[in-house]
């Protein structure tokens, strides 16, 4: 019993800090069996997300124009009371890739450092280390892209202010700066991102941008379920609201 309560608590935390540390979809509430979501522009297009007894994510199926496209399977495994290692197994038709992720835990279960691996490498491609709490709200860490130039070292630091996080990410060599305001709901969800790259030259592709005068800027919002799980979400841009995707949630009885 005890194994399988820290069990809950270390993946419980590594997916709301997860959402923090990688500024990410809202975390999944409840007793989720599976999620159909559906894209508002590719009709064809869908991912099924099914979930364990504990609601971790335990594969994601994604097909395009009707076909399966990629099969994603993960695994966890506790590894002692301050680490919790999570593989992940993506299947397609290039062939099949695996992926570690190793979180570490404090005596109150925050996650204080992060580890990516990618198939057959010992050596993390990404960390986020260095992380700084007060009370149980993280206020800095920094990040290293290990395959790259290690003496580059990423900060994120955040800031509450009522009912908003603000993230802000720098480096050391100044390459470059970014700011993420999040905006919850009095249950704490996620209902507001905004993500501003400061870099008039940047011009993001895959996603609406604010204005052609601002293509390094972009919004998105998420309606909720009366669960806590979002069931729509919106790409705001100046002067529309554009329905990204929806969702279909199936809850275990």
Known sequence: MRTVLILFLMFLNSAIYSQIFNLGDPIVKGPVEMIIEKSNRFKNDWREYSFDSISRLKEKKSYRDGELLEDELWSYRIINDSLLESTQTIKSRRGISIYKSKYFYDSRKRII????????????????????YENDKIKQYNRILIPNDTSVIETYKFEYINNRIIVKKSD??????????????????????????????????????????RRDKYEMKYKYDKCGNWIQSYSITRFWKYRRESREIKYKL
């Open 113 to 132: 450092r992060y580890e990516e691996y990618k198939q057959n490498s010992n050596i993390p491609y990404i960390v986020g280390l260095n992380a700084i």
């Open 172 to 213: 050391n060599k100044n390459i470059s700066r970014e700011t993420c305001t999040l905006k919850l709901n009095r249950d704490k969800n996620l209902i507001d991102k905004v993500v501003d790259y400061n870099d008039p030259l940047c011009v993001l592709a895959g996603i609406r941008t604010y204005s052609h005068l």
